[in-house]
């Protein structure tokens, strides 16, 4: 019998074997890696969702699974509107209630560090708006499942199914992994999944509207994001901590 685990310490070396339970999961259905989690964490377990074509597809799982999980969203006021109504949509199809996470609302936020902050310093405006209210809500949490893919970009190749989360001090599952961009659209049409319109306006990676532009055919699907600098990720994903 799989115990629950108690709440880890980020500079503890994590108590289960992730090569031994990559090697169970690889391969086998998202529904294995979800239950396993469930059963392993308990209420520990919560599953984060950025509404992406990924999210909905785990979003689904977790409704046919029947299964009380908690499922959150970062709130940074900054979404676009479609996104929005996804989120009504798919709490209508799914019967799950969308957990809003938030931090300081953006009249603070430019007050202290200058108007349009995500125009002069993403990174900044990233951490404040995602890092830093996603660190305060995983805290005394033991495991989050993520939709991370490998094909998503050359920096997510090596996403395992479980891992170490050593920034936020827990477990982070991706169950879709190994699934790809096809794998994943496939199964939302064969279910009639509700997604994000823009998807048809060739957005493949939606996140900020001010951050967030549509990309052309053969480019990256990360590409449209924070486009026409260096940043590939928000940082809520990033592994480690940069000196």
């Known amino acids: 019998m799989i115990h629950h685990l108690e709440v880890l310490n980020p500079t503890r070396k994590p108590p289960l074997d992730l090569r031994e339970m990559n090697e169970l999961l690889e391969g086998?259905?998202?529904?294995?890696?979800?239950?396993?989690?469930h059963q392993t964490f308990g209420a520990g377990l919560?599953?984060?969702?950025?509404?992406g074509p990924s999210g909905v597809v785990l979003a689904h799982h977790v409704a046919e699974m029947a299964i009380d999980?908690?499922?959150?969203?970062?709130?940074?006021?900054?979404?676009?509107?479609?996104?929005?109504?996804l989120k009504e949509a798919l709490s209508e199809r799914l019967g799950i209630a969308f957990e809003p996470i938030s931090g300081i609302d953006l009249e603070r936020q430019s007050t202290e560090y200058g108007p349009e902050l995500w125009s002069r310093n993403p990174?900044?405006?990233?951490?404040?708006?995602?890092?830093?209210?996603?660190?305060?809500?995983?805290?005394?949490?033991?495991?989050?499942?993520?939709g991370l893919r490998r094909d998503q970009s050359d920096g997510r190749s090596d996403t395992q199914i479980v891992e170490w989360d050593q920034r936020n001090g827990l477990?982070?599952?991706?169950?879709?992994a190994a699934?790809?961009?096809?794998?994943?659209?496939g199964y939302i049409r064969e279910h009639r999944l509700p997604y994000n319109d823009l998807h048809d306006e060739g957005y493949p990676s939606i996140g900020c509207e001010p951050c967030t532009r549509n990309v052309?055919?053969?480019?990256?699907?990360?590409?449209?994001?924070?486009?026409?600098?260096?940043?590939?990720?928000?940082?809520?994903?990033?592994?480690?901590?940069?000196a």
């Open 216 to 242: 052309a055919a053969g480019e990256d699907e990360r590409a449209g994001r924070w486009a026409g600098t260096t940043k590939t990720e928000c940082g809520m994903h990033q592994r480690r901590e940069v």
């Open 123 to 146: 990174d900044r405006c990233c951490h404040i708006r995602k890092v830093t209210p996603l660190r305060e809500y995983l805290k005394g949490k033991t495991a989050w499942i993520t």
């Open 69 to 85: 999980l908690r499922v959150f969203y970062i709130d940074t006021s900054l979404l676009f509107p479609a996104t929005y109504r």
């Open 28 to 37: 086998a259905p998202v529904s294995n890696a979800i239950a396993w989690a």
């Open 179 to 185: 699934w790809t961009s096809d794998d994943v659209w």
């Open 171 to 176: 477990y982070k599952l991706n169950p879709l």
């Open 46 to 51: 919560v599953m984060a969702t950025g509404f």
